[in-house]
């Protein structure tokens, strides 16, 4: 217990792992229920939304379509992609610190 209260001993392995798993899940669910909270609370933003995507979608070509659904599911596997790169380096950080100090 000494050494969790001097700070020799980390909690931030433990941590970074469970940090991870929430914001993996977490944040795109939350940002796919702010988007619906927003597009609730202002009625203009609904109506604003659905005329730009009918109008999008008209002018696009099924191919192009097929693009932009690509490109949007591969954004977001970039994205999750990144996050896990993020908390890996962060990890390693404190791996290659221990093998230092001991």
């Given at each position: 217990m000494n050494d969790f209260f001097a700070f020799r001993t980390f909690v931030s392995p433990w941590a970074l792992i469970v940090f991870y798993y929430l914001g993996a899940a977490v944040m795109p669910a939350a940002a796919?229920?702010?988007?619906?909270?927003?597009?609730?609370?202002?009625?203009?933003?609904?109506?604003?939304?659905?005329?730009?995507?009918?109008?999008?979608?008209?002018?696009?070509?099924?191919?192009q379509r097929a693009g932009l659904i690509f490109a949007a599911v591969f954004g977001f596997f970039m994205m999750e992609l990144f996050w896990r790169m993020m908390f890996e380096f962060l990890i390693a950080y404190l791996q290659i610190r221990d093998a230092l100090v001991g």
């Open positions: 796919w229920g702010a988007a619906l909270w927003f597009v609730r609370r202002y009625a203009g933003a609904a109506e604003a939304l659905e005329r730009g995507r009918k109008k999008v979608w008209d002018v696009l070509t099924p191919r």
